[in-house]
């Protein structure tokens, strides 16, 4: 069982540059989300999407923009990287727009670095 | 301001012990509580959860319990084994606006041989 499959692993962007972190799950979940991981503060969302065709922000948004592009995937973009958003990013999903029972399911993670 | 805050960076046991993490909360809207793990170059995993209507709940050697009027809750590891070593995340949930996942910062978990 494939779960979340999170596309690069690893990334290093110069100030400026955009690019695309994928995410896909084939587990037939309603609702996705994106994370970051920073020392000390634990994940903090950045969009998620409760069902295919909605997406809303989270707690860290700025700088970021998403894409429900199917039911199965949910890109996040970063149009013009800043040093700050050096980070490990997990994309996640769940059956639906609520953290019950199973919880989410983990990608393995995307480190991004912003030089 | 963080919602959900574990306050110990790091702990260590020695094998065979009984670790305990802790993890408290400020939202009262939150009546979902969750422990997740994680290993270095992998997601978080789900562990545990309990609802507010409850203030334990077990699954083998994992406990969580939860005290609402403190907005407290702990995760007790009993035994403790090598491979628990890990970090450990609290969660939580809500309705509305509270209604995704609200993480901690977590606490590293050595468990010593």
């Known amino acids: 069982n494939a779960g979340v499959t999170q596309t690069p692993k690893f990334q290093v962007l110069k100030t400026g540059q955009s690019m695309t972190l994928q995410c896909a799950q084939d587990?037939?979940?309603?609702?996705m989300y994106w994370y970051r991981q920073d020392p000390g503060m634990g994940l903090r969302l950045i969009y998620y999407?409760?069902?295919?065709?909605?997406?809303d922000k989270g707690e860290v948004p700025n700088g970021y923009n998403v894409s429900r592009l199917n039911k199965r995937e949910f890109s996040l973009r970063l149009e013009s990287a800043a040093p700050s958003q050096t980070s490990v990013y997990f994309c996640?999903?769940?059956?639906?727009?609520?953290?019950?029972?199973?919880?989410?399911?983990f990608g393995s993670g995307t480190r991004l670095t912003v030089v | 301001d963080q919602q959900v805050k574990q306050n110990s960076p790091s702990l260590s046991v020695q094998e065979g012990r009984i670790s305990i993490l802790n993890c408290d909360y400020t939202?009262?809207?939150?009546?979902?509580f969750l422990w997740y793990k994680k290993y270095p170059a992998e997601g978080p995993t789900f562990l545990i959860s309990?609802?507010?209507?409850?203030d334990k709940n077990e699954d083998g050697r994992f406990t969580v319990f939860l005290n609402k009027s403190a907005k407290h809750l702990s995760l007790h590891i009993v035994p403790s084994q090598p491979g628990d070593s890990a970090v450990y995340f609290c969660?939580?949930?809500?309705?509305?606006?509270?209604?995704?996942?609200?993480f901690g910062s977590g606490t590293q978990l050595t468990v010593l041989p």
């Open positions: 999407s409760a069902s295919e065709g909605t997406t």
């Open positions: 969660a939580a949930s809500g309705t509305g606006s509270a209604r995704q996942l609200t």
């Open positions: 996640a999903s769940s059956e639906y727009d609520l953290g019950r029972n199973y919880g989410y399911t």
């Open positions: 587990m037939n979940h309603n609702s």
């Open positions: 309990i609802s507010s209507i409850k």
């Open positions: 939202n009262s809207m939150f009546d979902y």
